[in-house]
């Protein structure tokens, strides 16, 4: 009898260890976090966090933890993307058919001439511009972004005054013309300038002819230019405007973004 109570007694101890070491397995599971599978961190729940199996005194429990749905991170709003930039009418344009002297269209620092004068910049906050040469004539188009749309009219308004002073003085054979430019922007202007011919001229005098359009959109302008080795002619070089103008209408829709009613 004294054995056999020797042995009850260690079987019920046995037995009260392994309960206690299975209450303390199943605390220890239940009361776990994965900070990997909160939604502040930004991810959800992996496979192997999702699931865990406790096991003690020789045997599994077969308990299973699932990720709940407030364990998967909320979708992040993204920000709109960037706007994208104006393309000009020839940026990265191949040569122009014609003779081989004909160059690709390649980035030029915007210069914008008007009687041999660069039109300043002023108040400019971005600027690109291309240039090739075609038919031994150098053509150039570009895009100049001002702070204010005042700035813009007074870019414009400058090249239309440098017109009217293009004579140097008595006996210049340097003259300007210039006229409004309709089209799908806020104003124009086609400008031609060069030697014109006169009776005092020598023959010796220099020749060329240079036609400039501009086209205000905001506080945006857009323009084309193209010298040649012609002579000024009484009005504006129509034959140059048609030429360059495709230019304008390509830019002009795209400068919506800069006006005050968006696009």
């Given at each position: 009898m004294g054995t056999a109570g020797t042995r009850l007694r260690r079987m019920t101890v046995t037995t009260v260890l392994a309960v206690a070491a299975l209450s303390t397995t199943a605390c220890s599971g239940a009361g776990s976090t994965d900070l990997s599978a909160t939604p502040d961190s930004g991810a959800s729940a992996s496979p192997a966090a999702a699931s865990t199996t406790s096991t003690a005194a020789g045997g599994t429990t077969g308990r299973t933890t699932v990720a709940s749905p407030a364990a998967t991170a909320a979708p992040t709003a993204t920000a709109p993307p960037a706007p994208s930039a104006v393309r000009l009418l020839h940026d990265g344009a191949p040569p122009e058919p014609g003779i081989e002297e004909n160059t690709?269209?390649?980035?030029?620092?915007?210069?914008?001439?008007?009687?041999?004068?660069?039109?300043?910049l002023t108040g400019a906050q971005e600027h690109r511009a291309v240039t090739?040469?075609?038919?031994?004539?150098?053509?150039?188009?570009?895009?100049?972004?001002?702070?204010?749309?005042?700035?813009?009219?007074?870019?414009?308004?400058?090249?239309?005054?440098?017109?009217?002073?293009?004579?140097?003085?008595?006996?210049s054979p340097w003259q300007g013309r210039q006229q409004r430019l309709d089209g799908a922007w806020g104003e124009g202007v086609a400008i031609s300038y060069g030697s014109a011919p006169a009776p005092s001229q020598s023959p010796s005098a220099p020749m060329g002819e240079t036609t400039v359009v501009l086209a205000r959109v905001g506080r945006a302008v857009t323009y084309?230019?193209?010298?040649s080795h012609g002579i000024l002619g009484e009005t504006v070089n129509a034959r140059g405007v048609a030429e360059l103008r495709p230019a304008l209408d390509h830019v002009a829709p795209q400068l919506c973004r800069y006006t005050r009613a968006g696009c």
């Amino acid at each position: 009898m004294g054995t056999a109570g020797t042995r009850l007694r260690r079987m019920t101890v046995t037995t009260v260890l392994a309960v206690a070491a299975l209450s303390t397995t199943a605390c220890s599971g239940a009361g776990s976090t994965d900070l990997s599978a909160t939604p502040d961190s930004g991810a959800s729940a992996s496979p192997a966090a999702a699931s865990t199996t406790s096991t003690a005194a020789g045997g599994t429990t077969g308990r299973t933890t699932v990720a709940s749905p407030a364990a998967t991170a909320a979708p992040t709003a993204t920000a709109p993307p960037a706007p994208s930039a104006v393309r000009l009418l020839h940026d990265g344009a191949p040569p122009e058919p014609g003779i081989e002297e004909n160059t690709p269209w390649r980035p030029t620092a915007v210069r914008v001439t008007v009687c041999w004068q660069d039109v300043p910049l002023t108040g400019a906050q971005e600027h690109r511009a291309v240039t090739a040469l075609v038919d031994m004539e150098r053509w150039s188009e570009g895009l100049v972004v001002f702070a204010t749309a005042e700035q813009a009219v007074r870019f414009v308004e400058v090249a239309r005054i440098s017109v009217t002073e293009c004579a140097a003085g008595d006996g210049s054979p340097w003259q300007g013309r210039q006229q409004r430019l309709d089209g799908a922007w806020g104003e124009g202007v086609a400008i031609s300038y060069g030697s014109a011919p006169a009776p005092s001229q020598s023959p010796s005098a220099p020749m060329g002819e240079t036609t400039v359009v501009l086209a205000r959109v905001g506080r945006a302008v857009t323009y084309a230019q193209r010298g040649s080795h012609g002579i000024l002619g009484e009005t504006v070089n129509a034959r140059g405007v048609a030429e360059l103008r495709p230019a304008l209408d390509h830019v002009a829709p795209q400068l919506c973004r800069y006006t005050r009613a968006g696009c």
